[in-house]
């Protein structure tokens, strides 16, 4: 567990660091204008993820919600078919077989404002080794947290294989 100036030091390190791995984002052939990078810095004893993406779908109306779902996959490329151009990507990465939202690639959603999302955060679920290789996807929708398997986000809009740098 971090104390407060371990925690200081350890985002301090991350902004001025190199990720250990990262994910260039880019959309399907429906989304062309969606792109960005999701990077993975080493935490003593997690991940803190930093995700920039641009290009996003922008709602309409008064009160558009703008969130979108974010996701690591178990499935290691960003290719599909015609009804599902990201279906390789395969389930959400879930090594302990746990219901969702406690999947280990279960991640918060992206806001997008005016469609640029930038979010950054931390999480003990996973390892970069555990997803060095695996997808993060993008989807048209935000995760509802409860609907099973997968939180009912829509489709996948966005596509990233994490690689180590």
């Known amino acids: ?6 925690t200081v030091r350890f985002f301090k390190e991350i902004n001025r660091g190199t990720p250990a791995a990262a994910a260039s984002i880019q959309g399907s052939e ?6 960005g990078t999701v990077e993975l810095y080493r935490g003593e004893e997690g991940v803190f993820v930093r995700a920039c993406i641009f290009g996003l779908p922008q709602g309409k109306g ?10 690591i996959h178990e499935g290691t490329s960003c290719t599909g078919n015609a009804e599902d151009p990201f279906a390789d ?3 959400h990465y879930n090594p302990k077989n746990c219901p969702h939202p406690a ?4 991640l918060p959603p992206l806001l997008a404002n005016q469609g640029f999302a930038w979010c950054a955060f931390y999480t003990e679920r996973f390892s970069i080794e ?3 290789g695996r997808t993060v996807v993008i989807h048209s ?9 997968s939180g009912d986000s829509g489709t996948k809009i966005a596509c990233g294989v994490i690689q180590r740098l």
């Open 141 to 149: 929708m935000p995760d509802d947290f409860h609907t099973q398997p």
């Open 89 to 91: 990507t395969k389930g």
């Open 62 to 71: 008064t009160c558009p919600a703008d969130f979108f779902g974010l996701h």
């Open 30 to 35: 429906a989304y062309p204008l969606v792109y």
């Open 130 to 132: 555990d997803v060095i």
């Open 1 to 6: 567990m971090y104390r407060d100036f371990e």
């Open 103 to 106: 999947h280990a690639g279960d």
